[in-house]
């Protein structure tokens, strides 16, 4: 599976929009991005997928590049229920190989 | 909403001892998994499981480890003699299907290992 790289950190403020970047440059072309999230140690929750058009739902908006080395995740109106640890993961089979994601922190 | 539930949600056992981690998947799922998690570390893929018999498995997933459907609704992970680093956070997590473009993978609240 390819290698994702996700900043460590970073804040946002309650009611606006979180973007969360993601790089997957030696994506293959049979992998899907997917994201999940993790709060507070329980089990984590899946949010998003998607392969090279931009999905939308519920939780979420997934923008991935054209080129697919990248993608970024919106949470459009973030609460702090939010506040969590934000994976992304490069999908080619089974399993999913969880990185250190980056911790999310929603302000008041 | 289904959900996966795992118990119990925290088992204390001494070193040496077997313990057995217990999971009851959502039930139109057909993909079983176990992930752990060690305190303050990622969380890392032990074993996928279809069909009756495991699909892929992991470095840690050794000799030690056991998975078993027993039945039409549990779906268990055994440690036969635990160390003390199997102290974690298990994770087990089910899907529909397990190809790529749907492994939608969802998971319960974890069993909390403590080997003392």
């Known amino acids: 599976d390819a290698k994702t790289t996700q900043p460590t950190s970073m804040d946002c403020a309650e009611g606006r929009a979180a973007n969360l970047p993601c790089n997957h440059s030696t994506i293959s072309g049979n992998e899907y991005v997917y994201w999940y999230r993790q709060i507070h140690s329980q089990g984590p929750q899946y949010i998003i997928h998607?392969?090279?058009n931009n999905e939308t739902n519920e939780m979420a908006s997934l923008i991935i590049t054209e080129d697919r080395k990248s993608s970024t995740l919106i949470l459009p109106h973030a609460t702090l229920r939010d506040t969590a640890v934000y994976y992304c993961?490069?999908?080619?089979?089974?399993?999913?190989?969880f990185g250190a994601g980056t911790t999310v922190t929603v302000r008041a | 909403e289904p959900e996966v539930t795992q118990t119990p949600s925290h088992q204390v056992t001494q070193m040496g001892q077997e313990v057995i981690l217990r999971c009851v998947p959502i039930s139109n799922h057909l993909y079983f998994y176990w992930y752990r998690q060690i305190l303050g570390q990622k969380v890392e893929f032990l074993v996928s499981?279809?069909?009756?018999?495991?699909?892929?498995k992991s470095e840690i997933f050794d000799d030690q480890f056991s998975v078993e459907r027993p039945d039409g609704s549990n779906f268990t992970l055994k440690i036969r003699s635990t160390k003390l680093e199997d102290s974690a956070m298990y994770f087990c997590?089910?899907?529909?299907?397990?190809?790529?473009?749907?492994?939608?993978?969802?998971f319960g609240a974890g069993t909390r290992l403590s080997v003392l």
């Open positions: 997590a089910s899907s529909v299907q397990g190809r790529r473009a749907k492994n939608i993978q969802y």
């Open positions: 499981f279809y069909n009756n018999e495991i699909s892929e």
């Open positions: 993961i490069a999908v080619n089979d089974y399993k999913l190989s």
């Open positions: 998607g392969l090279k």
